[in-house]
């Protein structure tokens, strides 16, 4: 979480004389703490650790046996729950989001749950309802952590489908949607249908127990999208395997046809595109295109992806063409025409049209904020910048203090809850921790700085 000497950073906009590119330096780090720096420091390196990541659940078991889980629990509070949860209540939740707004930057909740694709099947609905209550509460936190009332619907919140449905059943629906000249039974506009009558839905690929689910499960996520515009909360759905993506695509598309429409407000429902992936920009193309054709406001999350390792391993074992770019230099390709892609989208379609650039990478940061300039894209308009909470905050930092609206990724809850659902994501995401060694240099020269140069530095609590 972090400690901040609550310095206002709004202290100037982008030039309005002419694009300046932003210096991710770590300047900005002059408004953070030296202890939270330290603790960043400590954290990044032990998460670049590769046997910490893939062992991760293992030592952490270990450590409950040979310390007790108090005192695990402590030391996991005060280094890597500390790094990048918010915390376990509503209390600690609006602490943290109150020392990233102090810094200009914004919150985008995550509830850490979902059922893994090759997990044991939950027993029953009750999980996904339980589920379905954890959501709706994220969203009332989402709308109660504003510091006055958004009526543009300026706050955001990540939703994970597979908390609400079953993988099996989108394996199931992927296999569908992909069969030539079957997908008209599952059109986006059967299942918006299903969604706002509440009538029925017959399937013929699915048997009754598998239609029941579909049926509960569109249910519970027109719930959560109806009560979140209401609350003028946007849900940015979160893009997974390759496995699942068509029918989770199938279904954003349902929900944008019944909440993206002009006369609602702008996108309350945004989908996740992953540019290393090789189709990715002709789908985003063709989604964009669709939208606008059916005067839909369209939203996206633009990631690189998270799943590289296992998407290549899959498709191996199922000796099927690898659907990832074949190197980091092509996903970084791939991005940037994506960016510009919406870009350009954002830039004839106005308020209609919504893009977060969800990166840690500065030359993509730096590609966005000058292509903004470029088109007229004002910094706090339909463009956002995501990040991880704990981590690129040399990034966020100066893209706060610059005007443009930025957004940390946060996931709440306990130890119990959030310690593997991190791990996950850690293994998932060991390209990025592994390239954080710029911000590790950053953070050991800010370290350095104060105490060689300067003297040490600490915030108030």
């Known amino acids: 979480m972090l400690r901040t000497c609550r310095m206002l950073c709004s202290q100037a906009g982008p030039s309005a004389g002419g694009w300046q590119p932003l210096s991710f330096d770590g300047g900005a780090f002059h408004l953070k703490g030296t202890g939270e720096l330290t603790r960043a420091l400590l954290v990044l390196r032990l998460c670049a650790w590769p046997p910490l990541v893939t062992h991760g659940l293992a030592l952490q078991a270990w450590s409950r046996r040979l310390l007790g889980s108090r005192l695990s629990g402590a030391l996991l509070r005060a280094s890597i729950y500390g790094q990048f949860v918010a915390g376990e209540t509503a209390k600690e939740v609006r602490g943290c989001v109150l020392q990233l707004q102090s810094l200009g930057l914004r919150p985008l909740l995550a509830v850490p749950i979902e059922e893994e694709p090759d997990s044991a099947v939950k027993t029953g609905e009750a999980w996904y309802e339980g589920n379905l209550s954890a959501m709706l509460r994220c969203v009332d936190l989402s709308r109660g952590l504003l510091e006055t009332p958004d009526p543009m619907g300026n706050a955001l919140m990540q939703l994970k489908m597979t908390a609400l449905m079953s993988t099996r059943l989108c394996k199931e629906l992927t296999s569908w949607v992909r069969r030539p000249g079957e997908s008209l039974e599952l059109s986006p506009e059967r299942l918006a249908e299903a969604m706002d009558s509440g009538q029925d839905l017959r399937v013929s690929c699915l048997n009754t127990e598998q239609t029941r ?66 189709d990715t920009y002709e789908r985003l193309r063709r989604d964009a295109e669709a939208a606008d054709r059916a005067g839909l406001a369209f939203g996206v999350k633009l990631v690189r992806g998270a799943y590289l390792d296992k998407e290549r391993e899959m498709a191996r074992l199922q000796g099927t063409e690898d659907p990832t770019q074949p190197d980091y230099e092509a996903t970084s390709q791939s991005y940037s025409r994506c960016l510009e892609l919406m ?19 500065e030359d993509s940061v730096r590609q966005a904020t000058k292509r903004m300039w470029e088109l007229g894209i004002p910094p ?52 990025v921790l592994r390239g954080a060694r710029r911000e590790q240099e950053l953070l050991s020269q800010e370290l350095r700085r104060r105490l060689l140069g300067r003297g040490l530095r600490v915030s108030p609590r």
């Open 343 to 361: 870009l350009t989208q954002v830039s004839h379609r106005g308020p209609m049209c919504h893009l977060m650039v969800a990166s840690h990478n």
């Open 380 to 431: 706090d308009g339909p463009v956002c910048f995501g990040q991880l909470l704990g981590m690129c905050d040399h990034v966020s930092l100066a893209l706060g203090q610059a005007g443009y609206a930025v957004y940390k990724s946060i996931p709440y809850g306990s130890l119990e809850e959030v310690i593997p659902y991190l791990i996950r994501r850690a293994q998932e995401n060991r390209s």
């Open 213 to 278: 689910h579909l049926q509960a499960s569109l249910s519970r996520l027109q719930r959560v999208v109806q009560h979140a515009q209401a609350q003028r909360v946007r849900l940015l759905v979160d893009a997974e395997y390759t496995s699942l993506n068509p029918a989770l695509s199938l279904l954003v598309a349902a929900l944008a046809t019944r909440w993206n429409s002009s006369r609602e407000g702008g996108p309350w429902v945004w989908n996740t595109y992953q540019a290393y992936l090789k």
